[in-house]
């Protein structure tokens, strides 16, 4: 089974930041799409799904070097992918939660 997901995000951020520190609230909303194939295993009964996301959270930026920050963050979020990926006589094969919490680590390079 081969899975390829393709997703479109915006992030926006208020950060109160100092010299070396940030911190913040942020949002984020997310659309995508997820397309399944099979070479050895019966295919989906759908080949591809609908993916949107939203979320809202924390971020924490530490400074690194000159222009490069660690940056972390948690948020909770709502995601819906509508219609199911269904294997036949093999079940759900993936269906995430209506909500849950995403949590990210990650380096900003900030200009």
Known sequence: ??????EVSADACYLVAGADFGVGPCARAAFGRMTASSRS?????SGDARFQMLAMGLQLRARLADALWLMGEAAL??????PL???SEVGSLHQPSSAGLRL??????VL
């Open 1 to 6: 089974m081969d899975l390829d997901f393709t």
């Open 41 to 45: 295993l019966r295919p989906p009964n």
């Open 85 to 87: 990926f269904v294997l």
């Open 104 to 109: 990210g680590l990650g380096f900003v390079w």
């Open 77 to 82: 979020a709502w995601h819906q992918r509508r």
